[in-house]
């Protein structure tokens, strides 16, 4: 039923309440002692949201009893970041700003959870806005990592990878703007995934840079990240940039002898910790033991990649910040004309890191460096998403999918890297391309390697191949 970890997979769950071993309801009440018992030291939750949870576990409780037939994720528990809109629960973006905002509506992946029958434990920790690497931004205070408490959980979506990873809730959902899924999954050791660009939808998201963020699932395997992406996916009216993904044929066992799988030269080549580069090798070799062919790649413009993120980003983060004017949210108290509401909404509503971006991105979009930055960003993001185009284009003998580490290091302590914005930065070297490519990526834990800490990799695929990488990883991890 339960793994050795503990923790409960959603076939476990959906088995044990068809054969009636216990309820929803049970199931429920389980997750929330456990996080009455771990949270205090790990700190992955800002909410919980108990009530809903038991009237949601009951409905399924008793649709089952009416002997219906039910979804996959009916009574599964699950846990969102706090950027995602949940109608009545509040949703703060780790801010200040937001302190006291409550949802008035359902983002469409939660309208479709709803429907699916999951229930929702609560609301989780993220860097504020989903800025960071660490959850150290957040403005109510750092999650730490279930696996060194000293240690960071990764960010942004820490809470949801440490919830995942500590057996406080089966599922969580996170955003991936430039890593924010795969980084802390990579870090807790839990399965993250960013979807291909558009192929969720991101009504109900709380925006950080909009041509870059994706909603996407963490969960303790593979097969149960697709079960949630698969829950979650699809066109949606309401986000434009939404669209069902292409079918295409999906790669079965015997394929994988066929596979041909690129190792990026700039990705491997100095800069990783020794711990990381040995757990690298070792999935290499169990990769091959499987069939796969490795093949050496260049992706040559990798070294630009995080200048251009942080340009763009900062961009569009700026322009949608500017909607916290003080006026539809946030609450001045004492502000006695127009300008002090702005001063004081903005000056003690937002963090550092949020006013940092904003004025990076407020500089990069002025008359007279619009060009020199932001038009030029733009350039070297379409070369970027070539290196891709060209590692996969099959007309040139091009590789199936990618391989390469999350990031460079392990969950590094928390006051680490707080006082260096560039160090942080930096961890987010690998996961920053596949976001300016819009190609999704799938984070795994490298299995019995050497370490206390968690390492992860990432298969990175061509646009569209979603459901290819799934396969890939849920190889890795039966072999
Ligand atoms: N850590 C990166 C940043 O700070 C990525 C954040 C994200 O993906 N939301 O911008």
Known sequence: ??????????????????????????????????????????????????????????????????????????????????????????????????????????????????????????????????????????????????????????????????????????????????????????????????????????????????????????????????????AIKGEDSRDATSFDLPDRMIWQKEDLKRITVGLPKEYLEGGLSKEVGAAMEKAIRNFEDLGVIFKEISLPHTRYALSCYYIIMPAEASTNLSRYDGIRYGRPEGAKNLLEIYEKTKGEGFGEEVKRRILLGTFVLSSGYYDAYYAKAQRVRRLIRQDFEKAFDKDTNGVDAVLAPVSPSTAFKIGEKTQSPMEMYLSDVFTIPANLAGIPALAVPVKDHEGDLPVGFQLMAKWGDDKNLFALGKSYEEA
């Open 1 to 230: 039923m339960k793994n050795s970890d503990n923790k409960f997979s959603v076939s476990a769950i959906k088995n044990g309440l068809r054969s009636g071993s216990f309820s929803a309801v049970e199931i429920a009440e389980e997750y929330f002692e456990r996080i009455d018992k771990k949270d205090k030291d790990i700190h992955a939750y800002l909410r919980l949201n108990k009530k809903g949870a038991l009237e949601a576990a009951a409905w399924v409780d008793s649709r089952l009893k009416a002997g219906e037939a039910l979804p996959d994720l009916a009574g599964v528990p699950i846990a969102l970041k706090d950027v995602i809109l949940s109608e009545g629960l509040p949703c703060t973006a780790s801010s200040k700003i937001l302190e006291n905002y409550l949802a008035s509506y359902d983002a469409t992946v939660v309208k479709k959870l709803k429907e699916q029958g999951a229930v929702i434990l609560g609301k989780t920790n993220t860097d504020e806005f989903a800025m960071g690497s660490s959850t150290e931004t957040s403005a109510f205070g750092p999650t730490k990592n279930p696996h060194d408490l000293e240690r960071v959980a990764g960010g942004s979506s820490g809470g949801s990878a440490a919830a995942v990873a500590a057996g406080m809730t089966v599922l969580a959902l996170g955003s991936d703007t430039g890593g924010s899924i795969r980084q802390p999954a990579g870090f807790c050791g839990a399965v993250g995934f960013k979807p291909t660009y558009g192929a969720v939808s991101r009504f109900g998201l709380i925006a950080m840079s909009s041509s870059l963020d994706q909603i996407g699932p963490f969960a303790s395997s593979v097969e149960d990240a697709e079960t949630l992406f698969d």
